[in-house]
């Protein structure tokens, strides 16, 4: 065995004891830094990015700037170097460090003993190689490799971690010689159909095993330079698309992406996240190297813990680099590399994959990759279709409209049918959101009859998702149920953990209109995990909405404000209002059923400014409901009324009717309390007739029932409101969602008491029991019939309830006050 030991600035590190000594005396070092010394030393023909520093001495990512400065600080105390001197370790501005004392290397030789042999999943890498020079025509060859040098020991690590360098020269050529067979091919054997390289691994056996499995792609690091950023995106487009053509699953690109959009460009491991949200067996990190006479690609893939190897492929053209590489990686797996020459240019899927990847998080990020489009490209039906996207994603939906109509009017399905379908696909999107799904329903249509042709699993997907929004708008449930489905069997077919999030999300969001809230909270929940790892925050802020929905609808305040304000705190900084809005009103709605008024008020205030500035389909209409219901609560029917005649007003849509029901019986009530009584019992008449186009038992024909009754009632016409109130009753226990039951059982129970009728109304109330521990209204109510009954302990425990879920709302001094006719038990 032999060990080095490096000679320099009178110090001696010898890598095999993994000591340091400074004057002949042995110098106490962590691991850490003992680590970070010998790498710097390794790799003293070059600079080492922070970024390589913290993956090959922690082996990992998530290491601060200041964990590692402290790191090198003890290092350079250890061997006599300053910061402000370095005469050893040079801080490089702006990347890393670089070891400049000058060092010598002396071998020492220990007795040799019997090699264990093993089974090697990885090729041994070789040392750094000579300097590679220009490709040349048969680059894409592999070619027998000169001798390499001896090999410099490598850093241990602790705890198992090996960490590859990226940046290093070294190939795995040496390992591809072992690979080649000495024997000539014979005449006529099946080998002659091979490249030599895959005859050899047929005739000898791979090092690395030939098995098939999920490819995740990471964004290419470089330190090329500005004019270089489309390296990032763009070779991993090429890299990705290169091993899916050999056969590879590779992670689309645009979870890729979102996952590690908050690593530096620099970064040269992988976040763990990555595999364990996609699943993916290989991690391929990229590297670009810019040389004096082209470009070095390498490549180091990592499967699992159990084995990294690292390839590279040289070129004049950095995408021919990249396509060398990739087809090194493709032999070591076993796999013939396609018949396809790299191309400097990006093709029209990689443009559109591109910015699609980058709007999934990052609207400023797509903004700027087509700013950088040269002007006389920017007239491509391609890159205008990718600006109108843009446009559509941060809510210019009148800009986005035109430009995709444009489009559409120029570019046939017979010149170019993917571009048509994915123009066709952002249109009816925007229909969608603007509540024209009637429109959108003809669009998504077409494209999915264009796309169907080609079988491409993920527009397909995309497709039938956006097709069942539509048809959830529409109120047309069964079919958006049997789009989704048709949308999961295609995306599971593409592997677009993403994208199956968004059909997780909306299956949700289904359930909780179609009044099964328990059903949907838990898949609106994996889907907002999921946009959370990967970064996707437009998906993640529409679905914690819909998430906060489902938990107010199943009387769960509490946990529908922890939802809301575990969103990131930033969120009101994203490009698109409405987004913005959709969670800001499910968060007031949460504030407000806390019994913080004040911050609810103040939101949907501001929430009212800043949506009458724009165009946003519903939500002057959920803002107006809310803020009606609040109104009444606190005593103000004449802000109450104005503001529920906006809600109906503007509530038309489908899938809008639950909240118009609700907004539609604050106004009768507000009418009513106004001392309009004509005008109320017009409003309960036609709030009526329209409940009756609506199915049985759904929240119209709830609340109208409800509305009626309480107007009967203020007319004292007590047979009729029991009538109304027993079909309000009944249609919110066959709804049986909590929230609308108990706003019937809270108005025909406080009926029920002021009447004396404590018998039935111990019957009706009995069925809000199980939530009096955590609704204020369910609590308050149970108080009110145990006061009423002469139930003294019963009275104030659930006034204690009561009162802890009160807030800032006010007790009614009715129960504060014990009447004379509660016994004292």
Request: glycine share 6%.
């Amino acid at each position: 065995m032999n060990s080095e030991q490096y000679q320099f600035l009178g110090c001696s590190a010898d890598t095999a004891a993994r000591e340091l000594r400074r004057d002949g005396k042995v110098v106490e070092l962590s691991p850490k830094v003992f680590d970070c010394l010998i790498y710097l030393i390794e790799n003293r023909e070059r600079a080492v990015s922070r970024d390589e520093l913290i993956a090959a001495v922690w082996g990992r990512a998530n290491v601060s700037d200041t964990q590692l400065g402290q790191t090198v600080l003890k290092a350079r105390r250890a061997i006599g170097d300053t910061s402000q001197e370095q005469p050893a370790i040079r801080t490089v501005r702006r990347f890393g460090y670089r070891w400049i004392a000058e060092t010598s290397i002396e071998t020492a030789h220990s007795p040799a003993t019997a090699p264990v042999h093993k089974p090697a999943l990885v090729p041994e890498v070789a040392a750094p190689a000579p300097p590679i020079p220009a490709a040349t025509d048969d680059e894409m060859r592999l070619s027998e490799p000169p001798s390499p040098p001896p090999r410099r020991s490598s850093v241990a690590r602790t705890g198992g971690v090996v960490a590859v360098t990226l940046a290093a020269l070294a190939m795995t050529l040496a390992a591809i010689h072992a690979w080649r067979g000495d024997k000539p091919d014979r005449p006529g054997s099946p080998s002659q159909e091979r490249t030599p390289e895959q005859a050899a691994v047929a005739e000898r056996g791979a090092s690395i095993p030939s098995q098939d499995g999920t490819v995740a792609v990471m964004p290419v690091s470089h330190s090329a330079g500005d004019d270089w950023f489309w390296l990032r995106l763009g070779l991993m487009d090429q890299i990705g698309r290169r091993l899916h053509l050999a056969g590879f699953a590779v992670v689309p690109s645009s979870n890729v992406v979102a996952l590690t959009r908050a690593l530096p460009q620099t970064a040269t491991i992988p976040d763990t996240s990555v595999r364990a949200a996609t699943g993916a067996r290989y991690v391929v990190l990229p590297q670009a190297i810019r040389t004096a006479t082209g470009w070095r690609v390498q490549l180091d893939v990592h499967e699992g813990d159990r084995s990294t190897r690292l390839v590279e492929g040289v070129g004049a053209d950095v995408v021919v680099a990249a396509d060398s590489a990739t087809d090194r990686l493709l032999l070591a797996l076993g796999k013939s590399p396609p018949h396809e020459q790299g191309s400097a240019m990006p093709t029209t899927d990689q443009l559109l994959q591109r910015a699609d990847a980058l709007l999934g998080s990052d609207f400023a990020g797509a903004k700027r990759v087509m700013d950088a489009v040269p002007p006389a490209q920017r007239e491509l039906p391609a890159v205008r279709l990718v600006l109108a996207r843009i446009e559509w994603r941060t809510g210019a939906f009148d800009l986005a409209r035109t430009h995709l109509g444009a489009l559409l009017r120029e570019v046939p399905a017979e010149r170019d049918p993917a571009l048509r379908a994915r123009a066709l696909y952002a249109l009816a999107s925007i229909d969608v959101q603007e509540d024209r799904s009637a429109d959108a329903e003809p669009l998504f249509s077409e494209a999915l009859t264009l796309r169907l042709r080609d079988n491409q699993p993920a527009e397909l997907g995309e497709i039938y998702t956006g097709l069942a929004g539509a048809f959830m708008n529409l109120g047309r449930y069964a079919q958006a149920s049997d789009a989704l489905a048709r949308a999961r069997v295609q995306l599971d077919l593409a592997g677009d953990t993403l994208a199956l999030a968004r059909v997780d999300a909306n299956e949700g969001a289904l359930d909780v209109v179609r009044g099964r809230p328990a059903e949907g909270l838990p898949l609106l929940q994996r889907a907002a995990e999921c946009f959370r790892l990967f970064g996707a925050v437009t998906g993640r802020l529409l679905t914690v909405a819909a998430e906060v929905k489902a938990q107010l609808a199943l009387l769960d305040p509490a946990g529908a404000l922890v939802t809301a304000d575990a969103i990131d705190a930033q969120f009101d900084q994203r490009d698109n209002a409405h987004i913005r809005a959709t969670l800001g009103v499910q968060r007031a709605r949460a504030l407000a059923a806390n019994g913080r008024i004040a911050e609810a008020i103040h939101l949907l205030d501001k929430l009212k400014t800043d949506v009458a500035q724009g165009k946003h389909a519903g939500l002057p209409g959920d803002i107006a409901s809310t803020r009606a219901q609040l109104a009444l609560a606190a005593g103000d029917a004449v802000t109450a009324e104005k503001e529920a005649r906006i809600a109906v007003a503007a509530l038309q849509t489908v899938d809008e009717q639950h909240e118009r029901a609700r907004a539609w019986r604050v106004l009768t009530r507000a009418l009513q309390a106004g001392g309009h009584v004509d005008e109320a019992t017009s409003q309960v008449r036609e709030f009526s007739q329209w409940a009756t186009t609506m199915q049985p038992a759904s929240p119209p024909v709830l609340y109208a029932a409800l509305a009626g009754a309480e107007h009967a009632r203020d007319l004292h016409r007590t047979d009729e409101a029991d009538k109304a109130y027993g079909a309000a009753l009944e249609a919110a226990e066959h709804w049986d969602v909590p929230d609308d039951l108990a706003e019937v059982v809270e108005s025909f129970g406080n009926a029920l008491i002021k009447d004396g009728r404590l018998d039935l109304a111990n019957q009706v109330i009995a069925r809000i029991a199980r939530w009096t521990d955590r609704d204020f209204a369910c609590a308050l109510l149970q108080a009110r019939l145990y006061n009423a009954v002469g139930q003294r302990t019963g009275a104030e425990n659930a006034l204690a309830r009561a009162r802890s879920l009160a807030g800032e709302r006010a007790l009614p001094a009715l129960l504060i006050d014990r009447p004379a006719n509660v016994s004292r038990d």
